[in-house]
């Protein structure tokens, strides 16, 4: 049966409610379906935001909320338990769970907010002064010695940038009131991406395991299974990021297109491709030290 992905935002939005609801209300221990959710999403449930708790979050976090943003937050907004993480101990090899908001919690979710809110400026700054050595084009061609004077010129063109809000993780909506839809950016310091083009592309690309759009396609050559997204889901990113090589962000762009990662996510290609499937994240410009040196190493990925 063809899959159908409603094109209208809002019925979009009950759609990806409705089907993800669906999803984790089958127990994913009696279950006989292939794929089932994981146990901490069993019998989740979104929880939408009133109007009156949207206008106070505003003024609470000083933010203003895009109408696309608005819309997912009085139909989905968050769900009613949060997403767990299982890591072993490297050193005594203990199983530890850690609990993270699974789409932040504008009502419960404060001290994850506020750091996050901070998080865009934060990490892309230390790797403005750190390792990475991160100097824009348009910055000037010398990259100063003095972190003052970094942080100066960084600040100055950050204050330029749309307000980045996190919904999830690190992800982040550019809420650029003069736009209709706006891009949701994964950021994990300079290294951003556009994740989606749109709050319906950015959902569809969050929440595919969720939504179930994958099919099971068997590998004849390496004789296994491999999940392969389902042609409508494929269509729909191929038109986005088709439509994305006319597209712009303010300010921030010249950033994603920094490293070669984020090219691919502009529908651009890769300028730095080398043979093999790992293609090694690495600059697009390459500024001059004030004592005459380069730096264009390959992307070191901080703890932030």
């Known amino acids: 049966m063809k899959l159908h992905i409603p094109e209208d935002y809002t019925e979009f939005l009950y759609w990806v409610k409705e089907t993800t609801e669906a999803f984790w209300a089958k127990n994913p221990e009696t279950s006989e379906d292939d794929f089932v959710c994981e146990d901490w999403a069993y019998g989740a449930k979104w929880i939408g935001m009133t109007e009156s708790e949207i206008e106070q979050t505003e003024r609470k976090f000083n933010i203003k909320f895009t109408s696309e943003h608005k819309e997912f937050l009085r139909i989905l907004h968050t769900i009613d338990r949060k997403e767990v993480y299982t890591y072993e101990d490297d050193e005594t090899g203990e199983i530890e769970h850690r609990?993270?908001?699974?789409?932040?919690?504008?009502?419960?979710d404060t001290k994850d907010i506020e750091q996050y809110l901070k998080w865009p400026y934060e990490t892309i700054f230390q790797d403005?002064?750190?390792?990475?050595?991160?100097?824009?084009?348009?910055?000037?061609?010398?990259?100063?010695?003095?972190?003052?004077?970094?942080?100066?010129?960084?600040?100055?063109?950050?204050?330029?940038?749309?307000?980045?809000?996190?919904?999830?993780?690190?992800?982040?909506?550019?809420?650029?009131?003069?736009?209709?839809?706006?891009?949701?950016?994964?950021?994990?310091?300079?290294?951003?991406?556009?994740?989606?083009?749109?709050?319906?592309?950015?959902?569809l690309s969050e929440l595919e395991r969720h939504l179930n759009l994958f099919d099971d396609v068997y590998d004849d050559e390496y004789k296994e299974w491999y999940p392969e997204r389902k042609p409508e889901l494929q269509k729909i990113h191929d038109a986005e990021y088709e439509a994305a090589s006319t597209k712009s962000i303010p300010v921030i762009e010249e950033m994603i297109l920094y490293w070669s990662s984020g090219w691919s996510s502009f529908g651009k290609e890769n300028p730095n491709k080398v043979e093999g499937i790992l293609q090694p994240i690495t600059k697009t410009f390459v500024a001059q030290d004030e004592d005459g040196e380069h730096n264009d190493q390959q992307k070191q990925f901080n703890a932030f």
């Not at 609990?99 to 419960?108: A, D, G, I």
């Not at 999830?168 to 909506?173: K, M, S």
């Open 99 to 108: 609990e993270y908001p699974f789409f932040y919690n504008w009502l419960q």
């Open 128 to 203: 403005v002064v750190g390792a990475n050595k991160v100097w824009l084009k348009s910055w000037g061609t010398i990259r100063p010695k003095s972190n003052e004077v970094k942080e100066k010129i960084f600040s100055e063109w950050f204050e330029k940038i749309p307000k980045l809000i996190p919904i999830h993780g690190h992800r982040f909506v550019v809420s650029d009131h003069t736009k209709v839809q706006n891009p949701v950016l994964s950021m994990y310091g300079s290294d951003i991406i556009v994740y989606g083009w749109n709050m319906r592309h950015y959902l």
